[in-house]
C-alpha cells in the first residue's frame, strides 16, 4: 500500500506518518464499529466526543500544557489568528510588540496595525531574515498587551532558539511549523497557536493553546467565531469543529507517543537537520546563507547561486524519487520540509543524492 510513495518535502500540506494513513484507511468506513466513517458523524454524538476528548487528552498530556491553559481546536488556519490574537488581547493597554523575522510574522504584523498600536520590536529585515535577533537586540516595551514572535520561519529556515524574556508581558507565538519538535514550557507563553498542516493534521484545523485568564477582554467589535471566550466556554464546539482532522491529530499523537513523544521526536529531527545542513556545509556547491545558531531543524533552505544550476537539481530530485524540494517563489533556491513525519531514510536518501549532484557538476 505504502510503497509507492514518494519523499516529499513540502513546506505544507506535509506528509503524515504512514502508519497514520494506513489506520485511518482501515477505519474509513466504519469507526470502530459505529458503522460509519468520522466525516460522517454528528459532532455530538457520543462516538464523536470520545474521538475529540481523547484527542484534546493526548494534545496535553504530550506537550505539558499546564493547569490554566486551554487548548482549542479552531478553524480558519493559523493566518486567522494573526486577527484574533490582537482582537482578544489589545484591549489591555493598546499596544503591542512585534517581532518581524519572515513573511508570517510581518502579515501579522500589518494586520495587528488594524486594532492597535503596533512596535516594532525587532527585525531581522536588514540581513534577508537570515538570522534571529538575540534577546538584547529586542525594543521591548513594559506595557504591552503582549509580544508577539514566530518561532520557526517556514519560508526562510530560521528558528529561535530561544524563549524571548518579556518580564510580565504575555507572549503569543506562532508554532505552526515547529510544533511537537521540541519540547515548550507552555507556562512562559500566553498563547500558542498553529496550524495543524505542517506537524499535526490536515489543514483545517487550527490547535490554540491560550492562558485562560487572557480570555474575555476582547475589542467590543470582535466577531463572535474570533472570540476565544466563546470557543473557552463552548469547549470549541460553538459549532461544527473540524471534526476529521481532530481525529487524524488523535492517530498522530498515538504514533509521536511511539516515537517517544516530544523528546524523542526532538533528537530524531535534531538528527534529520544536522546531518542534512553537513552535507550542505562540507559541499562545493551548495550552501546554506542562514546563520549558524539560528537554523531551522524544520525548513532547511539551500541553494547553488545559479539558478540554473538549481532548476537542473529540483528536475533531477523529481526523477529521483523526491517532490517540493523548490524554494518558496519569494527566496529561490531550495527548501527541504523535514518535520515529524519525513523518516530519517528519506534525510539520508536526500544526503546521497546532494553528494552526487555536487560531484557531477
Ligand atoms: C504555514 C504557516 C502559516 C499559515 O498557515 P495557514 O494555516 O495557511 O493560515 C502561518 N505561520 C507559519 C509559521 C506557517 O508555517
Redesign the pocket.
Known amino acids: 500500500m505504502g510503497n509507492q510513495r514518494v519523499y516529499n518535502f513540502s513546506?505544507?500540506p506535509s506528509m503524515l506518518p504512514l502508519e497514520v494513513l494506513e489506520r485511518a484507511g482501515a477505519e474509513i468506513t466504519n469507526y470502530q464499529g459505529s458503522g460509519m466513517s468520522v466525516m460522517e458523524m454528528s459532532h455530538r454524538s457520543k462516538v464523536f466526543q470520545k474521538i475529540f476528548d481523547d484527542a484534546q487528552a493526548k494534545f496535553r498530556k504530550l506537550f505539558q500544557v499546564p493547569e490554566g491553559y486551554k487548548v482549542l481546536f479552531l478553524q480558519?488556519?493559523?493566518?486567522?489568528?494573526?486577527s484574533m490574537a490582537p482582537l482578544n488581547l489589545i484591549g489591555a493597554t493598546g499596544k503591542a510588540d512585534y517581532a518581524v523575522t519572515?513573511n508570517?510574522?510581518n502579515?501579522a504584523y500589518k494586520e495587528a496595525k488594524k486594532y492597535g498600536e503596533i512596535s516594532l520590536a525587532a527585525s531581522s529585515a536588514d540581513r534577508n531574515h537570515t538570522y534571529i535577533p538575540a534577546q538584547d537586540q529586542l525594543k521591548l516595551d513594559p506595557e504591552a498587551s503582549y509580544f508577539y514572535y514566530?518561532?520557526?520561519?517556514?519560508?526562510y529556515g530560521t528558528e529561535w532558539q530561544y524563549v524571548p524574556e518579556t518580564g510580565s508581558v504575555p507572549l503569543v507565538c506562532?508554532?505552526?511549523?515547529d510544533i511537537l519538535s521540541r519540547p515548550v514550557d507552555v507556562s512562559k507563553y500566553g498563547i500558542i497557536f498553529?496550524?495543524?498542516?505542517?506537524n499535526m493534521a490536515p489543514?483545517g484545523l487550527?490547535v490554540v493553546i491560550i492562558k485562560e485568564e487572557l480570555a474575555g477582554h476582547e475589542l467590543p467589535y470582535t466577531p463572535l467565531m474570533m472570540n476565544y471566550k466563546t470557543m473557552i466556554e463552548k469547549d470549541s464546539m460553538y459549532n461544527t469543529p473540524p471534526c476529521w482532522c481532530i481525529y487524524i491529530l488523535g492517530l498522530v499523537l498515538d504514533w509521536l507517543e511511539s516515537k517517544g513523544g516530544v523528546p524523542g521526536m526532538e533528537k530524531i529531527k535534531h538528527g534529520k537537520a544536522q546531518m542534512l545542513y553537513d552535507v550542505i556545509d562540507s559541499s562545493r556547491l551548495f550552501h546554506c546563507a542562514v546563520e549558524p545558531g539560528s537554523r531551522s531543524d524544520m525548513n532547511v533552505v539551500f541553494r547553488t547561486g545559479n539558478e540554473e544550476l538549481d532548476a537542473k537539481f529540483v528536475a533531477e530530485s523529481i526523477e529521483a524519487g523526491f517532490t517540493n524540494l523548490k524554494g518558496h517563489r519569494s527566496v529561490g533556491g531550495m527548501r527541504a520540509s523535514i518535520y515529524n513525519a519525513m523518516p530519517v531514510e528519506g534525510v539520508e536518501k536526500l544526503c546521497d543524492f546532494i553528494q552526487k549532484f555536487d560531484k557531477a557538476n
Open positions: 513546506a505544507g480558519g488556519g493559523a493566518s486567522t489568528q494573526f519572515g508570517f510574522s502579515i514566530c518561532a520557526n520561519n517556514t519560508i506562532d508554532m505552526s511549523s498553529a496550524g495543524a498542516q505542517k489543514a487550527t
